[in-house]
């Protein structure tokens, strides 16, 4: 009869902080530039409807991995049912203000941490202040170090960090390609041209944002075409649907 084979020895404690979140309870958070969010702000219609993280932002925002409150606390609990958290004020530790530092313990073993508020305010603000300490301060355990680290935290000298995958911008859908095509016919369009002012390698790489403007510029240019030649009415009417 054939020994069975051990089964590995789960981690515990210490241990536990870690090892990594599975994907479910990796969220992701958008972090955009300053000129993005003033688009937006600007011009609502310049963002969109995120299908990774559900909010309203520019297309081209950058997402970052991060672990939540809740998912951290299930962690800190399986590691060390009694587990505590207190803000503490220690000499020469700075604080720009609408921060706190805090003191996590995690089984018998203390480390700090900051949070703030990331321009919160009232309730949320002390919430998101909390949670940004403790994942600080977890992060001292090495809980979801690889999520805070930029490349692979684990590489070789062997094995050099690859560089991040860029962002994917949402381009124009197939219908709105034909449409384009059509006003270039109707208008003699160098289509060259337009790539070239729009910055693009061909029409069906314009951004979906871009959308408007090209479409706005194309039907102005029909449309003082018409004025000029009436024999451009029929390519007008058609491209309106009528």
Not at 6 to 33: C, D, N
Not at 128 to 156: P, S, V
Request: aromatic share 8%; proline share 8%.
């Amino acid at each position: 009869m054939t020994a069975k084979q051990s089964e590995p020895t789960k981690p515990t404690g210490l241990a536990l902080l870690r090892e990594p979140f599975p994907a479910h309870q990796i969220s992701k958070l958008p972090k955009p530039t300053k000129a993005q969010t003033d688009a937006v702000r600007q011009d609502f219609k310049k963002g969109i409807r995120c299908q990774i993280c559900g909010a309203w932002h520019h297309p081209d925002v950058v997402h970052l991995d991060y672990v939540g409150h809740a998912a951290l606390t299930d962690r800190l609990l399986d590691c060390d049912p009694n587990w505590t958290w207190e803000p503490c004020v220690e000499p020469g530790l700075p604080n720009p203000g609408g921060g706190m530092w805090i003191k996590l313990t995690v089984c018998g073993v203390s480390r700090l941490g900051f949070g703030h508020a990331d321009g919160k305010t009232g309730g949320d603000a002390i919430k998101e202040t909390i949670g940004d300490a403790l994942r600080n301060a977890a992060m001292r355990f090495g809980a979801a170090l690889d999520l805070w680290h930029k490349g692979d935290l684990h590489a070789t000298d062997d094995e050099p960090e690859q560089p991040a995958k860029p962002v994917q911008t949402p381009v124009i859908t197939e219908a709105d390609y034909t449409l384009l095509i059509q006003l270039f016919e109707a208008t003699n369009t160098d289509v060259k041209g337009f790539c070239n002012y729009f910055g693009v390698p061909a029409v069906k790489s314009l951004p979906a944002d871009a959308f408007p403007k090209a479409k706005a510029m194309l039907e102005k240019k029909l449309a003082e075409a018409v004025k000029q030649d009436d024999t451009l009415a029929g390519d007008a009417d058609f491209l309106k649907g009528e």
